[in-house]
């Protein structure tokens, strides 16, 4: 996972220019060409999020209305990509536009942890379910 910052900027809701936004569905049609592209989301500022803080020692949740700080490291975005390897996912972060003159633009990548009930095909989970049919069918004669 291919995670960008937010910046002054996208905090504010300002678009970066035609000249970014082409760059990067530019970038992402790159991605889906070699199959690569299983998502791309950019998120709203944070000043129409919520956190919900659960204290240390227990107790009620505290819900804070955004705007939050920018020096918070807010996500302003992300790309999942499957690719083959770390030094493969690298290359594309590597090869993201990120906007000129603006402000300091950070990519973080991310690997996601595998989750073995998650990854499982959803057909198998219905020949499953379709197989303990027919057993209980046949129990029934």
Not at 57 to 70: C, D, S
Not at 99 to 105: D, I, K, L
Not at 130 to 136: F, P, R, T, V, Y
């Amino acid at each position: 996972m291919l995670i960008f910052k937010a910046t002054g900027y996208s905090e504010a809701g300002v678009n970066i220019g035609r000249e970014h936004n082409d760059a990067m569905v530019a970038y992402k049609k790159s991605l889906a060409r070699v199959g690569a592209l299983l998502a791309a989301e950019e998120l709203q500022p944070s000043s129409s999020g919520i956190r919900i803080l659960y204290p240390f020692q227990g107790g009620e949740p505290e819900v804070k209305a955004g705007p939050f700080p920018v020096d918070q490291e807010l996500i302003a975005g992300y790309i999942l990509i499957d690719v083959n390897s770390e030094d493969e996912a690298a290359d594309w972060a590597l090869r993201m536009p990120f906007p000129r003159g603006c402000e300091a633009f950070v990519i973080e990548m991310r690997e996601l942890k595998e989750n073995t009930n998650s990854t499982r095909d959803p057909r198998i989970f219905a020949m499953e379910a379709d197989l303990e049919d027919q057993i209980n069918m046949l129990k029934k004669l």
